[in-house]
């Protein structure tokens, strides 16, 4: 008898749930939600911050603003404000004329293009795009700068089912100044390395305590770091849905992303200590995201050449994980030791045989 272990997406559309094979023998249930806000967001004037932040002239993408700490975004630790200037906060209305709104994360990668989740964009009429943001009830934070904007596009093989293509783009309607607070991250090569057993970050607003659907969302951005784990161990619990397209973090601990998280970053950092973007976060265990099992991420190296093609952003070269990164300099260690030695023998006998 085939097992079955049923999942929701973290922001799909109320009430959806699929049914996934899996070896796994607890039968899980639950039924989605889309999060909406539990407290107020302090709205700014539209493009119009508090103060004028100073402009930064070359905003080099990935460059974090101050060291991190560690824990779960849910119930975790509260990112140092503005740490990472790259995180979006996106309001997102639906329906007309009487407005619902619910909230889903996002990452700037250039001046005018906020990527995210397309299962957060299913019937949204308008978006609201917080740049600069980390709490979200305050009325001092001058760096802050809103966006209003209707135009999104979703990638066109996005299956709400099979989870296949869960990547869209927002564009702001005029482009935003690089500012301290505000600077866009890198995006992956198309030959981004599968990153299995490397160190991720991840980052949002999501909620901070219970499971399923239970807890407040947290008004200041949050951060944890967990690992990278393969697809053939995420497959064994979420089943098919886990294909290339999909990359996996450990739920180890209880770390992971929980509702309205979803759209938000799964992020590396490089040897040099810069940010790349990895993952979106797209769905986690219907039982709850504190239940230690694995959260699900949209792999964002099988799409830069769409990226590119919607957003004129250029396909980044290619580039190694830290893991991969260590192979390779054993493997040129080894090399320029025989070259060493194949010059040295050369300088003593005088000749080559």
């Known amino acids: 008898m085939k097992n079955f272990l049923y999942f929701c997406l973290t922001a799909a559309s109320l009430g959806l749930c699929a049914a ?36 930064v002239r070359d905003a080099t993408c990935g460059k974090k603003n101050l060291p991190s700490l560690t824990g779960r975004i849910a119930g975790g630790n509260v990112a140092t404000p503005n740490e990472y200037p790259w995180q979006a906060f996106l309001q997102i209305s639906q329906g007309w004329p009487v407005f619902q709104d619910y909230v889903c994360g996002g990452t700037l990668i250039s001046n005018q293009w906020i990527l995210t989740a397309a299962n957060c964009l299913d019937g949204a009429s308008l978006i609201k795009v917080y740049l600069g943001a980390h709490d979200l009830t305050a009325t001092n934070e001058w760096q802050r700068v809103i966006f209003t904007t209707t135009d999104y596009k979703k990638h066109p093989s996005w299956n709400a089912q099979t989870l296949n293509g869960d990547i869209a783009l927002i564009k702001l309607p005029v482009p935003v100044n690089f500012t301290s607070y505000i ?31 239970v807890g407040p969302l947290s008004p200041v951005l949050r951060e ?44 590396y950092m490089n040897a040099d200590g810069t940010f790349t973007q990895i993952g979106i976060a797209s769905f986690y265990a219907a039982s709850g995201c504190e239940n230690s099992l694995p959260s699900g991420f949209t792999r964002i190296r099988n799409y830069v050449n769409w990226i590119s093609q919607e957003t004129s952003i250029p396909v980044p070269n290619s580039a190694v994980s830290n893991s991969d990164s260590s192979c390779l300099k054993f ?23």
């Open 20 to 55: 996934i094979a899996t070896g796994n023998t607890q039968a899980l249930s639950a039924v989605q939600e889309r999060i909406y806000s539990n407290f107020t967001v302090f709205q700014s004037n539209v493009l119009t911050p508090f103060a004028t932040p100073p402009l």
């Open 183 to 213: 600077k866009p991250i890198c995006l992956p090569s198309t030959n981004d390395p599968s990153h299995n057993g490397d160190t991720v970050y991840l980052t949002g607003w999501g909620r901070t305590s219970g499971s399923g659907s």
């Open 224 to 267: 944890t770091t967990t690992t990278v784990i393969g697809n053939s161990e995420c497959s064994s619990i979420y089943g098919n849905v886990v294909t290339d397209n999909i990359i996996c973090s450990s739920g180890a601990g209880g770390r992971g992303i929980c509702p309205s998280d979803n759209g938000g970053p799964m992020g």
């Open 331 to 353: 493997i040129l260690a080894i090399a320029i030791a025989i070259q060493c030695y194949f010059f040295d023998y050369v300088l003593r006998d005088g000749s080559i045989h």
